[in-house]
């Protein structure tokens, strides 16, 4: 399988005082999974959620020292509505709740867009050791899944 990078989110590596440790990851693709790989040479439980939930050695992910492994969080990551409507600020108010139609023909000078105003989850990587007084270390990426043909 090959795997692209969409961006690196951070590196762990204040674990030696045996306290779960987190790191913001932000907003995540439906579509896209973390890579965590551990770096220091300990094994270490990481967990991905939305509410921040801190990582224990019952309720997270063991990663073996200095391997890799792919983490999707435990609620899937939401990006809004599948449909755009219109909200009524046109100046009579009569186009709320219509939909946004697209016409041929239409002239403008420059790239025309559409920005949607979605609710964006936002998600939190915590990690704690394995074994008391172990020092890992973890790297965290964002990647996705790609066609090599």
């Given at each position: 399988?090959?795997?692209?990078?969409?961006?690196?989110?951070?590196?762990?590596?204040?674990?030696?005082?045996?306290?779960?440790?987190?790191?913001?990851?932000?907003?995540?693709?439906?579509?896209?999974?973390?890579?965590?790989?551990?770096?220091?040479?300990?094994?270490?439980?990481?967990?991905?959620?939305?509410?921040?939930?801190?990582?224990?050695?019952?309720?997270?992910?063991?990663?073996?020292?200095?391997?890799?492994?792919?983490?999707?969080?435990?609620?899937?990551?939401?990006?809004?509505?599948?449909?755009?409507?219109?909200?009524?600020?046109?100046?009579?108010?009569?186009?709320?709740g219509?939909?946004?139609?697209?016409?041929?023909?239409?002239?403008?000078?420059?790239?025309?867009?559409i920005?949607?105003?979605?609710?964006?989850t936002?998600?939190?990587?915590?990690?704690?050791?394995?074994?008391?007084?172990?020092?890992?270390?973890?790297?965290?990426?964002?990647?996705?899944?790609?066609?090599?043909?």
């Amino acid at each position: 399988m090959a795997f692209r990078v969409i961006r690196h989110i951070g590196i762990i590596n204040s674990l030696g005082d045996d306290a779960a440790h987190s790191l913001t990851v932000g907003v995540i693709s439906p579509n896209s999974a973390l890579r965590v790989t551990e770096v220091g040479g300990n094994d270490v439980s990481v967990k991905v959620t939305e509410g921040g939930t801190a990582a224990t050695a019952t309720n997270g992910i063991t990663l073996k020292a200095n391997s890799s492994t792919l983490i999707t969080p435990d609620t899937k990551p939401q990006n809004g509505p599948g449909e755009m409507q219109l909200n009524g600020t046109d100046s009579s108010g009569s186009d709320a709740g219509s939909r946004v139609l697209f016409e041929s023909g239409v002239e403008h000078t420059g790239l025309g867009g559409i920005v949607y105003d979605r609710a964006e989850t936002n998600f939190t990587l915590s990690a704690i050791n394995e074994t008391s007084g172990s020092d890992a270390v973890i790297r965290v990426e964002e990647v996705t899944h790609i066609n090599t043909i």
